[in-house]
């Protein structure tokens, strides 16, 4: 099972010179589009280049502060330039954490020779704005790694995100951005992997390896443990497969956690309806019937690498509903 690798990440408090790709905001303001998080270097080279202000250059090529909305834009010395819509100007961590990724989506569609730099310039100061560009740029460069024998093409090589505050709490938000950010593209990862590849047995051994080396406890029931344990109700939910279901237990409990959550999260790795047989346009997206289990997992470890101060006992409950002779029976 092949995982998707996050791009480099750093902090910088000026954009760098080497950037392939500088990604930047458009705002509204008063009916009025504006730039946001533009270098002035950057505005007077592409002056210098095409004659006019870079919100000229950007308008005449059709951007605007339309959210969701990109613009790839020529730069200066064989870069580009990718404008995003951010909504009205007084801009949230939200806006700004889909805007960047946005951008970074945009900037892998380029579809260029050799991974990309990118530059995230989005006027982040506070914080809670760092981290939502940190992570939205981040989630925008994933893409899922496909079951082959093919080395994967990697589309972004590094992603800076650029912040006129040097102060430790902004890189503390880039490092916990990062966390969070692998945490989703381990979900969507195991969401996106085939049911032939993953199933309850191997759901379970990636599990146990994505939190091997936290202060996670982790327990695994098989079969046989299940029908000691009288889970009779996932034994049969997994009784027609080849596969046997499993049940997953996380356990993470911190030294003076003053609360307990316990999450569980649905693991049907494949969900053909069993006897009663789903249609075929039903079945096929199917393997993503263990997503809730995925959220959960990857949700328990990010808690646990932020040493966050509450418990969390989480459940994964894996099974594969397969029709065979040994499939329960609507009456049972």
């Known amino acids: ?9 750093t902090l910088a408090t000026s954009c760098p010179r080497d950037a392939d790709v500088v990604v930047f905001g458009v705002a509204e303001s ?18 210098k ?38 909504g009205e100007a007084d801009v949230t961590p939200e806006q700004v954490r889909r805007a960047a990724g946005n951008g970074v989506r945009a900037a892998a569609g380029l579809n260029a020779e050799r991974p990309l730099r990118v530059a995230i ?21 994933y ?46 990862d195991w969401v996106n992997t085939p049911a032939n590849v993953l199933y309850p047995e191997t759901f379970a051994d990636a599990a146990r390896a994505a939190v091997k080396g936290t202060k996670i406890e982790v327990e695994v029931l098989d079969e046989k443990a299940l029908e000691r344990g009288g889970y009779g109700g996932l034994l049969a939910v997994g009784g027609g497969s080849s596969h046997g279901p499993r049940l997953v237990r ?36 199917m393997k993503s019937d263990m997503a809730g289990a995925a959220a959960v997992l990857a949700a328990t470890r990010t808690i646990a690498q932020l040493g966050l101060k509450v418990r969390v006992t989480s459940y994964a409950a ?8 040994t499939a329960y029976r609507p009456s049972d």
């Open 318 to 325: 894996m099974a594969e509903n397969m029709p065979s002779g």
């Open 30 to 47: 008063s009916g009025t589009p504006v730039l946001v998080g533009v270098p002035d270097e950057l505005d007077q080279r592409t002056a």
């Open 250 to 285: 996380f356990d993470y409990a911190p030294r003076g956690a003053k609360a307990h959550l316990a999450l569980v999260g649905k693991g049907i790795t494949f969900d053909t309806g069993g006897l009663n047989l789903k249609t075929s346009d039903g079945m096929y997206t």
């Open 143 to 188: 893409s899922f790694v496909k079951v082959s024998g093919r080395e994967p093409k990697e589309a972004i090589a590094s992603v800076t995100v650029v912040s006129s505050s040097g102060k430790p709490e902004a890189r503390r938000a880039i490092e916990t951005a990062r966390t969070v950010a692998a945490a989703v593209c381990l979900a969507r």
């Open 121 to 141: 310039c989005l006027d982040a100061v506070e914080p809670e704005v760092v981290k939502g560009a940190a992570e939205g740029a981040l989630l925008g460069a």
């Open 49 to 86: 280049q095409f004659g006019q202000p870079l919100l000229a250059v950007a308008r005449g090529l059709g951007a605007d502060a339309k959210p969701g909305s990109t613009t790839v834009l020529p730069g200066a010395d064989g870069s580009r330039l990718i404008a995003v819509g951010l």
């Open 1 to 9: 099972m092949t995982a998707f690798s996050l791009p480099a990440l």
